[in-house]
């Protein structure tokens, strides 16, 4: 008679910094793009919205298919995070050439945007992360227990 494994209980740790990035986004989005706005014009503000929802896109798409792998193929986890990455970084392109050709929107505000979102939102999510074993993921709260 054998006795399988418990399930593990997995709480999604990379959908949670993703959604709590997003959250973030949708908070810097509205200023930067009303800034972006004054400053070059319509065009430069609806550059920022685009910038800000692939980056946004991003986040959640990587968290997603990096909790599917970790949950059904732990060992490749490595594989796909690298080759998604890659993946990620083609598509982005692709997208970033297609807003230029179809010149919708201020293409050099959209370029600048989307590289100095990605690394502020980041930097601004690295005060959030826990680098602890006891409460991976997101820092509890103050008086909130370590989940």
Known sequence: MSVE??????DQVESKI????????????PVVALAAGLWRGPDAGL??????????????GAAALLGWTARTHPTMLAGVALLSFLGRLILITVIGVGIK???VVDWPVFCITLIVSYFALLTWELRS??????SPGL????GQEPQ
Do not use: C, G, Q
């Not at 494994?5 to 997995?10: D, I, L, R, S, Y």
């Not at 992360?129 to 006891?134: E, G, K, T």
């Open 129 to 134: 992360v826990s680098f602890s074993l006891a």
């Open 101 to 103: 050709e179809l010149d």
């Open 139 to 142: 820092k509890p709260k103050p």
């Open 5 to 10: 494994p418990a399930p593990v209980a997995f």
């Open 47 to 60: 550059a920022v919205v685009a910038a800000f929802a692939v980056v946004i896109l991003n986040f959640l």
């Open 18 to 29: 993703a959604r709590d990035l997003a959250t973030k986004a949708l908070i810097a989005a």
